[in-house]
């Protein structure tokens, strides 16, 4: 049996959550086109036969601008300890700069294997896709270098074998069945986050998160949280409008995870400055 754990580290938005889905074969992190959705470690189980991949999902690198990305921070720096490997993401559809570089400088560093990957390749010309691989290449003494979509599928499966094969014999460290280590309250407050991100203005979702206060075999009640009066009167929308799409979207993927249909309450409540707010962090295990 091999198993360990691969680290993915990158700029924000660079597609991390989405290949952590790809690799795991279902969905483990949410996803987003808005910069730092993923605040916390998230561990992405892949399982084979003979192999029990996890892959730790980071917040992207960043540089701290309050006690909550502070946090962040420090749990990416943290979480490079004991890994086999680094899965370091590269967007294909971005120049490769100084923010890639700093990245890259960080992970070379830690005397383990580093497997750049080429993400979003998906509908790229070759020509384009070639210039990227050779700038990757220049980042360090790399492991290897794949190109990937993350969204259409491609090269994941080679990926995969890729990672697998540098991890050493071990024991499982979850159930085989487990696809992430996130409890199920979490992975609910996630979700409607998730959903809240996509249909909210660009200014709001820094300043959203989500604490399920009740989880019930046929109610789950969530407080969706942001800072501003403002801000609640744009969740909330109009007639209560905004907030029931948020829930109507959500709760088909709360239900895939609990196994069975819910109803899901969601209240909209200002918490001024809670991404300062220590007690708060602490309580949402940020």
Same mark, same amino acid.
């Given at each position: 049996?091999?198993?360990?754990? /691969?680290?993915?580290? %990158?700029? $924000?938005? @660079?597609?991390?959550?989405?290949? =952590?889905?790809? *690799?795991? +074969? &279902?969905?483990? !992190? ?76 960080? /992970?070379?560093?830690? %005397?383990? $294997?580093? @497997?750049?990957?080429?993400?979003? =390749?998906?509908? *790229?010309? +070759? &020509?384009?896709? !070639? ?93 969706? *949280? ?61």
């Amino acid at each position: 049996m091999k198993s360990g754990f /691969v680290a993915v580290a %990158g700029r $924000p938005n @660079v597609g991390k959550s989405t290949l =952590v889905n790809a *690799l795991a +074969g &279902g969905k483990v !992190a949410i996803v987003s086109d808005k910069p730092q959705t993923t605040r916390r470690r998230i561990f992405g189980i892949a399982n084979g036969e003979d192999y029990q991949l996890v892959l730790a999902d980071l917040p992207g690198f960043q540089r701290p601008l309050d006690p909550l990305t502070e946090h962040m921070q420090r749990t990416v720096d943290a979480s490079f300890e004991d890994v086999e490997a680094v899965l370091l993401v590269l967007s294909a559809r971005e120049r490769i700069g100084a923010g890639d570089r700093f990245v890259a400088r960080r /992970v070379f560093e830690l %005397g383990v $294997p580093v @497997v750049i990957v080429l993400n979003k =390749v998906d509908r *790229l010309k +070759g &020509g384009h896709i !070639a210039t990227q691989m050779e700038a990757a290449a220049k980042l360090g003494d790399f492991h290897a270098l794949h190109p990937v979509s993350a969204k259409t599928g491609d090269g994941i499966e080679e990926l995969r074998q890729e990672l697998v094969a540098l991890l050493p014999e071990g024991p499982l460290y979850f159930p085989q069945e487990q696809r992430t280590d996130l409890p199920v309250e979490v992975q609910i407050a996630e979700l409607v986050r998730e959903q809240a991100l996509r249909l909210t203005k660009d200014e709001l979702p820094h300043a959203i998160t989500v604490e399920v206060q009740e989880l019930g075999e046929k109610v789950i009640e969530a407080d969706v *949280l942001v800072e501003t009066e403002s801000q609640k009167q744009i969740v909330v929308g109009k007639g209560g409008s905004m907030v029931r799409e948020i829930g109507r979207r959500a709760r088909p993927e709360i239900e895939a995870v609990v196994g069975h249909p819910i109803y899901l309450e969601l209240r909209v409540k200002v918490k001024p400055r809670w991404r300062r707010d220590e007690a708060t962090l602490q309580r949402l295990g940020l």
